[in-house]
Every structure is written in C-alpha cells, then in structure tokens.
C-alpha cells in the first residue's frame, strides 16, 4: 500500500498505477486479492479520483489476467462491493479491451469495422458509459486518424451515449502526441490552439463534447494546476466558456478533498471563470 502511494496521480495519465497493480496481481493469488492489498484501505481522506483510479488500475490487471475475456474480466469488476471501485475497475477493462484492439491483438470478435461502435453499443447498458467514455483510440484506427469522421460515427450511439462517445474524442484533441496525427502536419500552434482548431472538425451541435473532454485531459495532466485549462478556456467560442470553466472546477473537486485549495485555484482565474470554476466545483 505505502508503494502504490508513491505513485503520483497526475505523472503518465496514471501509468505508474497500472503498472504497479500488474506488479502485484502477479505475486498475489487472485485479482480481488490484489485490489484488497492495494486499494480497499483508501479511505475518504483520499479524493474521489484517486480511489476511482485505484480501481481504474485493478481494471487493466484483471484484463490482462484475464487474457482479455471482456466478459469475464467485468464479471471480476461487478463482484467489487462500492460503486466507484466497480466503475473504476470498468474503466480500467475497457481501457485495456481499446489498447489491444489498437495493437491488433485483441480477442476475435470484440471490436468490428464494420459497426465501429461495437462492442459498446452491444454491451449491457450499465457497463455502456465506461465503454463509450474509452473508445477514441478503436474508432480512429477505424477511420485512420480522421477525427471529423469518428465524431460523426458517434452521433449512431444510443442517445444517452452519443455524448459519453464523443468526450472520449475530446480527450485526444489536447493531447500533443495525438494532435499530430489528426492534423497532418507539422504542431505549428500551442497545444491549446490546436485543440481548439480541432474541436471545429466535430460535428457543430457537438462541439460542446470536444470541448470538455479537451478540459478534462488537460487537468488529468495538470492535476491542481488550473491555469494550463483556463488558457484553452479563453482560446474557444464564448458560447462554450461558461463549460469549459465549470469543468475545471469539477475536475479540481475529483482531485481534492480541500475545499478552501479548489477555491484558491479557482479565485486565480478571474471573472467571469472564477464563478464558473466554483459552480463546477459545487461551491
């Protein structure tokens, strides 16, 4: 447990966590007994995100032991007894089930170019959120890097997931390592510039979508640093501000349990993003 600690949240979108549960899975006799060792004793000192990416790391190590049998491996996930662990252990899972599928070694059957939605659109719907949330990196190797038209293959998802589809588009467009491959050509802006250049390629109802998975990438990255978010903030259409701004504030809440630190980050913005910030962060 005093390892797994060491591991900061915001370093390798988490990578340190999934590693370190492979290390353990590996050396303990099962995958609950493996969570129990590292994850069942953070209690509510820890901040919702951090638990949830506990779990999260759970998640890869069942799939992996699991030899990537998506039922089998959320079968595990659902014997979890709190919701965030069970949902942070799907995520992880889902998570894994894309990274297969975008090395080409996932299980036959799983993932279809010809339904690109698949299987998050066949999976029950209590698992869909998860599965949708993921799915970006199946859905560009679908469509080889074109991002207009993987947003556009979203609008086919069952309603409540359409947006849950598209967020998890909105992930990669502030990611510099994905910014290249979708543009085409030399990063010839700053990060935020050209996320916001590439939340124009979705469709125009939705351009909302890309914009707050845009935030929430970049607060995975910058964790309690909400400056990095807010200068994208200023960069997209005054219409989808107010947006962009409470989801800072949502992400700092996930991060902490200090209420008077989200305040103070929030206060650094101004107005009107400071009002914004605190209404997501529910103060």
Known sequence: ???????????????????????????????????????????????????????????????????????????????????????????????????????????????????????????????????FINHAGWLMKVFKNDIGKASLSCLAAPAAYVNSCLQSLGLMVSNPSWQGQILKRPLDKGTNELAAEICLKFPPAYVDQCVIGAVDNIMNFNELYAQEAAGFCTLVDEKYRHLCYEKIGSNLRNQTNDSLLVARECDILGKPGKDFCLKGAGL
């Not at 039922?71 to 007894?81: M, T």
């Not at 799907?90 to 279809?112: C, L, T, Y």
Request: net charge negative; aromatic share 14%.
């Open 1 to 131: 447990m005093e390892a797994f600690l060491l591991c900061p949240l915001e370093a390798y979108n988490g990578g340190c966590q999934h590693g370190y549960f492979e290390y353990v899975l590996g050396r303990t006799g099962s995958e609950t007994e493996a969570a129990d060792l590292i994850c069942s004793s953070l209690d509510e000192s820890f901040s919702s995100k951090f638990r949830f990416y506990c779990y999260h790391g759970v998640g890869h190590g069942v799939m992996m032991a699991q030899a990537y049998d998506l039922e089998g491996s959320l079968s595990v996930c659902d014997s979890f007894s709190e919701k965030y662990r069970i949902e942070g252990c799907w995520q992880g899972v889902f998570m894994e089930n894309v990274n297969a599928a975008m090395r080409g070694q996932a299980r036959a059957g799983i993932f279809s170019e010809e339904n690109p939605l698949k299987p998050c659109d066949k999976t029950e719907d209590k698992y869909r959120y998860q599965c």
